[in-house]
C-alpha cells in the first residue's frame, strides 16, 4: 500500500514538472510552425490523454515536436490552408495506425544515423533562423520574412530584444547553474515568467516599451463551455484527393514514426526498472494520436525527448503521470487563457532558438567530421538539403549519399587479387559469406577482373545461404566466358540446386592441397 501512494505522489509531482514544461514548448513550436497558438495546446492534451492513455510506454510523454516544426510549416504553406493541413495530419495518423499493424515498428533502424542526425541537425538550424525575427520583434505586419538586414535592424521592437535577452540569460545560467537545485521549476517556465513581469513592468513605467498584440500569445478566451468547444477546428477533408496531401501526410507519418521510435528506444534505457516499449503498440498510439489530433485542430505529435526525460527526472513511476499532465494542459486552456495570453512571443523565440541549437551543436558538427567522410558526407548533405529545399527531399538526398557512400566503400575495400603476392600454381579460393546481395557485386566482379591468366580458382558457396540474382549471373557469366578466354581454370562449389549453377568441384574433407593462400574471404566486403 505505502509503495502505491509513493508511486501516485511521484506521478503527481512529474505531472506538474511535465505540464510546466509543456506548456511554453505547445505555445513555441506552435508559432515556429506558422499555426494557431491552440493547435499547439490541443496536440500537447492529446499526447498526454489519447497516447498516454493506448501506449504501454511507463515515461514517454508525446506531444507537438520541434522535429516536425519544418515539416508543418512547409505543409501549411504547400496546402494553403490550415484546415487542409489538418486533413493530411488524420492521414499521416491513420499510415502510422497501419504501419504499427503491419509490425513496421522497426523501420527506424533502417535510417543511417548520419541522414538522421543531419535530418535533425537541418531542423534545428531552419528553427533558429525563423524565431530570429520573433526574437528581436520585427514589426513588420503580416510577415515574418525578414528581407535585409538593414530591414531587420530598421524594425526591431526595443521591448521585444530586451525580453529575449534576458529569456536567454536565464535559460543560460538555469541550465548550468540551477536546474540540479530547483527542480521543480523548469528552465523554460522561469524564463516565460521573468517576460512576463517585465512587461508587465514595462507596462507600468515604460508604456512605449511595452508588448501587446502581435507581440504576445493569442490564444482564444472562451465566456462558455459552447465557446471553448468551437475553437477545435475540422479537416478540411474535400480536400483529401489533392496529391499534395498524401505527399504532406507520407512526410509527417515517416518523420513522427522515426522520431518517435527513436524517443522511446531511448526513454526505455532511462527507465529505472528497464520495462520495454512495444514499437509496433507505440505506432498505433501514436497513429490515433494524430488522428484525434487532426480531427481536433491540433499539430502532429511525437514522443518528445524534452518532455519524456523531464519525466524520469522528476520521478515518474507509470504513465498516469503523462495523462495528468495532458489533464493540466486541458485545465490551463479552459480557466486561465488570459495568463497564457500575456506570455510575450520574445520569451519563446528564446526558448525555441536554445532547443534548435540543442539540435544543430557545433559538437555534432565535430563529431560527424571526425567520424570520417562517409559518415560526414550524408550528414552535411541532409542538413543542406533539408534547409535549401524541404524535409522529404533533404532526407531523400541524404539517403541517396549514404547508399552511393556505401557503393564506394564496397567496391573500395574489394580483396582482388594482386600479382605480386602470387606463385604459379597455387589454388585462389574466393569463399562467398551467408548473405550476398547486389551491393557485393560490384566488388566480387573486381575480384573476378583482376585475376591473373592461367590460374586456377574455386568459388566456394558453401556457406551462403542466399546469393543475389544478379550475382550469380555474375558468376555464371565469369565461368563461361570471361574465364576461358582468360585460360582460367574456374571450379565451382557449394551452389544449391536451385541457383541453376552446377558445381563442378567436389570439397573433401581436410586440408586441400594447393590452399596455401591468396584465400579470399568474400565477407570482408559483404556487409560494408
Known amino acids: 500500500m505505502k509503495g502505491v501512494f509513493n508511486s501516485i505522489r511521484n506521478d503527481i509531482s512529474s505531472s506538474i514538472v511535465v505540464f510546466l514544461v509543456a506548456v511554453p514548448l505547445c505555445l513555441g513550436i506552435a508559432l515556429a510552425s506558422g499555426a494557431p497558438f491552440f493547435s499547439g495546446m490541443i496536440a500537447g492534451i492529446v499526447g498526454g490523454i489519447i497516447i498516454g492513455s493506448i501506449s504501454n510506454s511507463s515515461l514517454s510523454v508525446s506531444g507537438p515536436a520541434a522535429g516536425l516544426t519544418a515539416v508543418v510549416l512547409a505543409g501549411i504553406a504547400t496546402l494553403g490552408s490550415f484546415q487542409v493541413f489538418l486533413c493530411a495530419v488524420f492521414l499521416a495518423g491513420a499510415m502510422q495506425f497501419i504501419l504499427g499493424l503491419l509490425k513496421a515498428g522497426s523501420i527506424a533502424n533502417y535510417f543511417p544515423g548520419s541522414v538522421i542526425k543531419g535530418m535533425l541537425t537541418g531542423i534545428g538550424i531552419i528553427i533558429m533562423m525563423k524565431q530570429v525575427p520573433h526574437a528581436l520583434g520585427y514589426n513588420q505586419e503580416g510577415t515574418n520574412t525578414i528581407n535585409s538586414f538593414s530591414g531587420l535592424l530598421s524594425n526591431f521592437h526595443p521591448g521585444v530584444t530586451i525580453i529575449t535577452l534576458l529569456a536567454f540569460l536565464v535559460l543560460i545560467i538555469w541550465e548550468k547553474k540551477l536546474a540540479k537545485k530547483i527542480r521543480l521549476i523548469p528552465g523554460a517556465l522561469a524564463a516565460v515568467i521573468l517576460g512576463i513581469i517585465v512587461n508587465q513592468a514595462f507596462i507600468l513605467l515604460y508604456p512605449e516599451m511595452a508588448l501587446k498584440g502581435r507581440y504576445l500569445v493569442n490564444v482564444p478566451v472562451a465566456d462558455t463551455l459552447t465557446d471553448f468547444l468551437n475553437f477545435f477546428a475540422l479537416p478540411e477533408f474535400s480536400s483529401i484527393w489533392n496529391k499534395d496531401v498524401w505527399i504532406t501526410a507520407a512526410t509527417i507519418a515517416v518523420v513522427a514514426s522515426v522520431e518517435t521510435l527513436l524517443c522511446i528506444d531511448a526513454v526505455d534505457k532511462m527507465d ?62 479552459a480557466l486561465v487563457p488570459q495568463l497564457l495570453n500575456m506570455i510575450p512571443l520574445g520569451a519563446l523565440a528564446a ?132 574465364a576461358p578466354e582468360k585460360q582460367i581454370d574456374c571450379q565451382l562449389t557449394g551452389f544449391k540446386e536451385s541457383y541453376g549453377i552446377n558445381n563442378t568441384y567436389a570439397v573433401t574433407s581436410g586440408p586441400t592441397s594447393g590452399f596455401t593462400n591468396n584465400i579470399l574471404q568474400s565477407n570482408k566486403y559483404a556487409n560494408v
Request: net charge positive; with cysteine.
Open 351 to 482: 526558448i525555441l532558438i536554445i532547443t534548435g541549437y540543442k539540435l544543430a551543436r557545433i559538437e555534432i558538427f565535430k563529431k560527424m567530421y571526425h567520424s570520417g567522410i562517409y559518415q560526414f558526407l550524408p550528414f552535411i548533405v541532409t542538413v543542406v538539403g533539408v534547409i535549401a529545399t524541404d524535409l522529404l527531399k533533404g532526407v531523400g538526398l541524404g539517403l541517396a549519399t549514404s547508399a552511393a557512400s556505401i557503393l564506394y566503400l564496397n567496391m573500395k575495400n574489394a580483396y582482388y587479387f594482386h600479382k605480386e603476392t602470387y606463385h604459379d600454381g597455387e589454388i585462389i579460393r574466393i569463399l562467398l559469406s551467408e548473405e550476398v546481395s547486389f551491393l557485393n557485386k560490384a566488388s566480387i566482379k573486381m575480384t573476378l577482373q583482376h585475376l591473373p591468366k592461367h590460374s586456377k580458382v574455386i568459388i566456394d558457396a558453401s556457406k551462403a545461404k542466399y546469393i543475389d540474382f544478379d550475382v550469380l549471373e555474375l558468376i555464371r557469366e565469369f565461368k563461361d566466358i570471361q
Open 272 to 333: 529505472p526498472l528497464r520495462r520495454v516499449t512495444s514499437q509496433n503498440r507505440e505506432l498505433k498510439a501514436q497513429g490515433i494520436g494524430n488522428m484525434v489530433s487532426g480531427l481536433l485542430g491540433g499539430l502532429p505529435l511525437t514522443s518528445v525527448i524534452v518532455r519524456s526525460s523531464a519525466n524520469v527526472q522528476a520521478g515518474a513511476k507509470t504513465k498516469a503521470s503523462t495523462i495528468m499532465h495532458g489533464v493540466l494542459l486541458l485545465a490551463s486552456c
